[in-house]
């Protein structure tokens, strides 16, 4: 065996040795130094987040081609490390409090091993290690859901995500076997030459329906979104805020990976349609659910819903593009709702109240608060000229680029439906400024101003050369691939040009194994 392919796991043996330093100082540290359990959590955590911008970008594949990493996958996992840090360091209180203290080692340590999973998913080039990286980031969060054991409706959180996660993951494994069987392997760049050669085309529709039903458990994308309110609901909200954006984002990416490179040669004649409706029902639905939610939780929950629509517009652009597009996208969303669930944290944990009803007023005490809560619901909604106007501008355009009339109306929806949410956002702005309240939040003193500082600056800084980095960070990967997948690349783009109705468009797997 060849020991030098673990040289191109940077992230994973990083993050492996930050997991067992935690572990280690959770385990054999005395008592008086377990209150700073956290902090050195998040130091380490932070210095092993800053190597990754700075470690040599490699774009190699490992263990027969079932890893791949390249600057693209990189920066992908980059952005997941600042979503896990803010909510890290916004998770130190609570993670300290009374009710914590006996179980902080195990907490942090949970975040850690579900961030390996996705880390699998996202380098994943072979469906057994996808499989494997994903149930590692789902299984711990389970257990996550139900930290807060003193509270009923945690435990149902955590019975719900259990079931739904299994169900999904017996739905996604159904749909691999059906693949397995007309292509007779689980690498990406074998079924990618296969598919175009399969001769029961029904099968494969319903292949499809199997994988992206399961990937779409993991995004909530409706209709198998029906977990995703009550359990972030009755989590606790740092594990809410962490489903919301880290195990989303990590979702969306591994979907682009599995559709665009196993799948991509078939898109137009099997699973375009497919993702058409499912983005058109997410958006809408969760909009309109937002809408009728009390519970600032259960809103966010719906809200994050319907921001899982936009983000798989950009895997319809299924390009250099539109992955640059989606990673800007999700940058851009993981920081605004962080700030979101940092001041519904905060709020939370000094009284205990989430409702949108005890936001009235919230300005005349915390004003800070509701400055930055504010600042989020502009970002969330595309309001020039925050970073969110500029993330949905460039998932729009990334999807446009298809030029046919379906794609039209599906982006005109999606803008009809951009409309909508402003309204739900603006309600908790007018909650916080406007509607009288005689006895609002009483003001408290804010512990982790650095996690929200984090938030804000990204959320409302348009800053479109991050954009325009991870576009020739996407162009990059595309295009100098290693010669190694060059007879596939040939094999299968005699297949694309040999059938008529392919659009050129979408001859992902010819940019991708180039």
């Known amino acids: 065996m060849d020991y030098s392919q673990f040289l191109l796991m940077h992230h994973e043996i990083g993050l492996l040795i930050v997991f067992i330093l935690v572990f280690l100082f959770d385990t054999f540290g005395c008592k008086k130094v377990q209150g700073s359990l956290s902090v050195t959590t998040l130091v380490l955590f932070g210095a092993f987040t800053v190597y990754g911008f700075f ?286 669930f940092g001041v519904i944290q905060a709020i939370e944990n000094a009284t205990g109240k989430v409702d949108m009803t005890d936001y009235n007023g919230l300005y005349k005490t915390n004003p800070k608060l509701s400055f930055a809560m504010m600042l989020a619901m502009f970002s969330l909604g595309g309001i020039p000229p925050f970073a969110g106007f500029f993330s949905k501008f460039f998932i729009f355009s990334s999807a446009l680029e298809g030029g046919s009339v379906a794609v039209y109306v599906l982006v005109f929806i999606a803008l009809l439906n951009t409309i909508i949410s402003l309204y739900y956002y603006l309600l908790v702005v007018k909650a916080m400024f406007i509607n009288p309240n005689d006895n609002p939040i009483a003001s408290f003193i804010l512990r982790q101003r650095q996690g929200f500082a984090t938030c804000i600056y990204p959320a409302v800084l348009a800053n479109c050369h991050i954009a325009r980095h991870f576009k020739a960070a996407a162009l990059f990967d595309f295009n100098d691939r290693s010669i190694g997948k060059g007879e596939t690349h040939i094999k299968i783009n005699m297949h694309i040009l040999a059938n008529d109705n392919m659009n050129s468009r979408h001859n992902c797997v010819n940019l991708l194994y180039r």
């Open 55 to 340: 470690a040599p970008q490699q774009t190699g594949e490992a263990f027969a081609g079932m890893y791949a990493t390249s600057p693209i996958v990189a920066s992908i996992k980059n952005i997941l490390n600042i979503g896990m840090f803010i909510v890290l360091l916004q998770s130190i209180k609570w993670n300290n409090s009374e009710t914590q203290s006996v179980r902080r080692g195990e907490f942090l340590e949970l975040m850690l091993v579900t961030l390996f999973g996705m880390y699998l998913m996202v380098s994943a080039r072979h469906f057994l290690i996808f499989v494997i990286g994903l149930e590692t980031a789902s299984l711990p969060l389970a257990a996550l859901a139900a930290f807060d054991k003193k509270q009923y409706e945690s435990h149902e959180a955590a019975v719900k995500y259990l079931f739904t996660a299994v169900f999904s993951s017996a739905i996604y494994m159904l749909g691999l076997s059906f693949v397995y069987a007309f292509t007779g392997s689980l690498y990406f760049s074998d079924i990618a030459a296969s598919v175009m050669l399969v001769d029961g085309q029904f099968l494969l529709y319903v292949a499809m329906a199997f994988v992206i039903a399961g990937i779409g458990f993991k995004i909530s994308l409706v209709p198998f979104h029906l977990w995703t309110a009550d359990v972030y609901q009755g989590a606790p909200t740092s594990v809410t805020s962490y489903l919301s954006v880290v195990s989303k984002g990590a979702a969306a990416f591994a979907a682009f990976v599995v559709l665009t490179q196993a799948f991509g040669a078939v898109y137009s004649q099997v699973w375009e349609w497919m993702l058409y409706a499912l983005i058109i029902l997410t958006i809408t639905l969760g909009n309109l659910f937002a809408i009728r939610q009390t519970n600032m939780k259960r809103f966010l929950a719906f809200s994050s819903i319907s921001q899982a629509g936009y983000i798989m517009l950009g895997v319809i652009a299924c390009n250099a593009t539109g992955v640059a597009s989606l990673s800007y996208y999700v940058l851009v969303y993981v920081v605004s709702n962080l700030a979101a």
